[in-house]
């Protein structure tokens, strides 16, 4: 890739290896029995991969944001459910604790976070509040120097792994009076630790796509924690979240990049060594024509999640630039999936081909992390058009 530095491209050919030697063996046996499987995501921890970002005073690798990313998209050419593990790992488990957790909090929860031993999930969708999170409907209530957590989630990442270490709720904790008089909820985000009585991490859910990727329902029944389990400011749950939620978006798009990458590898290998009628199918025009579309679908969404993170990196304002990474990489991914699985013909629709899963797997990057609908909000708001 032309814009990386030396260092950025060893990175990128060093997961790209690992992906291709280790994730990829195990990827069709993971999906089919929907199991995350716990050795590959220790290996990614040795390698260094969930600590990429985070400087090495608290045992990260000193990287930043575009080299967490680079990694995602070597893992997603070959499995998304891996590459969404890195992903959520740390973007919405570790990273809220680095940005937002107090001294205690970072000493007793990243250096696992950080070096892969333990994962986390952020608890933020529930039934009725997925795009709007001002609905959340999950409850805190501080009695004496406890709080009280009711309230469901679903769809959370890394939540019933057999080393999730806790779940970040975004969860109603008061109300307040904006300056026009009107009222809005009081969100914050407080740590629930996995085992806490009144705590139940449902089964895992039989998805589509992401099949190994760990996804479960939560409840809380009148769960206890400490008080001191606020994470950042009371009140400042839902700003803290969207700021996650700008990073996610630059992270996704590089997942969906590398999907979109993937895709075109497996159809232009396929292509040159498939014949009909005596040629390979990659002589044909049609073929050509479509091969080469897909290749400047991922030309241009590497180009637009690569700007959006360098512009994260400098401390430049990203939020426009990640929503249209986000929505050209989420819409090449769904379009190579569909055109490789088509020049696979029959053999693309058979689980064990890599083209499949990313059938699968791939519609789920126009819903996440905003849908695409949000994202052409997003745009029209930082363009001055009404949203």
Not at 185 to 196: A, D, H, Q, R
Not at 202 to 209: L, W
Not at 289 to 299: C, E, S
Request: net charge negative.
């Amino acid at each position: 890739m032309h814009d990386l530095t030396d260092e950025e491209q060893q990175l990128y050919d060093m997961v790209c290896e690992f992906a291709d030697t280790v994730v990829a063996p195990q990827a069709y046996e993971a999906d089919r029995t929907h199991e995350l499987s716990m050795d590959v995501v220790a290996q990614m921890g040795e390698l260094g991969l969930f600590g990429l970002p985070f400087p090495e005073e608290v045992g990260g690798q000193g990287g930043d944001y575009m080299a967490l990313c680079l990694a995602i998209e070597a893992l997603a050419r070959v499995d998304q459910s891996i590459a969404i593990t890195l992903e959520a790992g740390v973007g919405l488990g570790a990273m809220p604790v680095f940005r937002h957790g107090t001294e205690e909090q970072k000493a007793r929860f990243l250096p696992d976070l950080v070096a892969g031993r333990a994962l986390a999930g952020f608890g933020l969708t529930e039934p009725e509040a997925g795009s709007d999170a001002g609905a959340t409907r999950t409850t805190a209530v501080l009695d004496g120097d406890e709080w009280v957590v009711n309230g469901s989630k679903q769809f959370i990442t890394n939540s019933g792994t057999p080393i999730t270490s806790f779940v970040t709720v975004t969860a109603v904790t008061g109300e307040r009076t904006r300056p026009d008089g009107s009222v809005s909820k009081e969100l914050s985000t407080i740590i629930v630790p996995n085992g806490t009585p009144g705590f139940t991490v449902g089964p895992g859910y039989d998805k589509s796509g992401w099949r190994a990727s760990d996804t479960h329902p939560l409840t809380f029944d009148d769960v206890r924690v400490p008080a001191d389990n606020l994470l950042g400011a009371r009140g400042r749950g839902f700003a803290n979240f969207l700021q996650a939620l700008d990073e996610g978006r630059i992270a996704i798009a590089a997942l969906a990049t590398g999907a979109a990458q993937g895709c075109l590898d497996e159809a232009l290998a396929y292509a040159k060594t498939r014949n009909v009628f005596g040629v390979p199918i990659a002589s044909h025009q049609y073929i050509a024509f479509t091969i080469a579309g897909m290749q400047a679908r991922v030309h241009t969404a590497r180009l637009a999640w690569h700007d959006a993170a360098r512009r994260a990196d400098a401390g430049l304002p990203f939020k426009k630039e990640a929503a249209i990474a986000k929505l050209v990489s989420s819409d090449a991914a769904m379009l190579n999936a569909r055109d490789a699985t088509q020049i696979f013909g029959g053999m693309g629709f058979m689980n064990e081909t890599t083209v499949a899963r990313h059938y699968r797997d791939s519609k789920i990057l126009e819903i996440g992390e905003g849908t695409n609908e949000v994202q052409l909000m997003v745009i029209a708001r930082e363009l001055g058009l009404a949203g």
